[in-house]
């Protein structure tokens, strides 16, 4: 079975605070690609970041990065320096490497709110 | 191009009323997909359309739902006989197919139903 569990539910942290959106992931397949998006109050879920399951370098854009651990099957997301524009839900998404569908499956996502 | 567009943005319908949602993807994409979100929950995965084929339905579609692509452009999402737990909110996005790994879904701000 597929599954993404973000265990966090909610986050509330001041601004200029570093924090950390949880995932972890269950499949077993062994291609698969992981994604982040971003749902803001507007309701548009915006793409953040997409990896494959054979790409375990962390990645940095910005004040955003990942970090990818296949051996805890955690796919972990940090903003540095947190911003009030950083409030939104955040989702975990997987996808198996056989599908050609884009049939994603989401975490339950994280809200997090990012007091002044 | 304002990227993927949905209508009505709000419907409140009463139980048994059939209701309509409309989208349209990015003008350049083939793939049309339509997933479902309930409040505190991540977006599942309802079908998929690659121009006007409609390729996979998860069991979470119902026979009183029924989408279509008739030209490969916009696609319309038709509930029937409504019920209080069709309440949610509908997503659809876009994408190219994918070339090599997974494509990244663009989504729009959704259609949120409430059934009286």
């Known amino acids: 079975a597929q599954k993404v569990t973000q265990a966090q539910t909610e986050i509330s942290v001041v601004e200029k605070e570093d924090v950390t959106l949880d995932c972890v992931y269950e499949?077993?397949?062994?291609?698969?690609?992981l994604f982040w998006y971003k749902q803001p109050p507007s309701g548009e879920l915006v793409f953040l970041i997409r990896?494959?399951?054979?790409?375990?370098q962390n990645e940095i854009s910005g004040r955003y990065s990942w970090n990818f651990q296949k051996s805890t099957s955690s796919f972990n997301f940090t903003i540095t320096a947190s911003q009030v524009v950083d409030s939104a839900v955040y989702f975990c998404?997987?996808?198996?490497?056989?599908?050609?569908?884009?049939?994603?499956?989401f975490g339950q996502g994280t809200t997090l709110q990012v007091k002044p | 191009d304002t990227g993927v567009s949905q209508d009505p943005r709000h419907k409140i319908t009463k139980r048994g009323q059939n209701v309509t949602f409309r989208c349209d993807p990015i003008?350049?994409?083939?793939?049309l997909y339509w997933y479902r979100q309930t409040l505190g929950q991540g977006p599942e995965f309802l079908t998929y359309?690659?121009?006007?084929?409609?390729?996979?339905k998860s069991r979470l579609l119902s026979d009183r739902f029924s989408a279509e692509r008739p030209k490969g452009s916009f696609s319309t999402l038709e509930i029937q006989r409504t019920e209080q737990g069709d309440s949610a909110m509908y997503l659809c996005?876009?994408?190219?197919?994918?070339?090599?790994?997974?494509?990244?879904?663009?989504f729009g701000a959704g259609s949120r139903l409430t059934v009286l």
């Open positions: 996005a876009s994408s190219f197919p994918p070339v090599s790994g997974a494509n990244v879904l663009t």
């Open positions: 499949t077993r397949d062994t291609t698969y690609y």
């Open positions: 990896r494959n399951s054979f790409d375990e």
């Open positions: 998404a997987l996808l198996h490497g056989s599908s050609n569908t884009g049939k994603l499956i």
């Open positions: 003008s350049e994409h083939n793939r």
């Open positions: 359309f690659q121009n006007e084929a409609q390729l996979e």
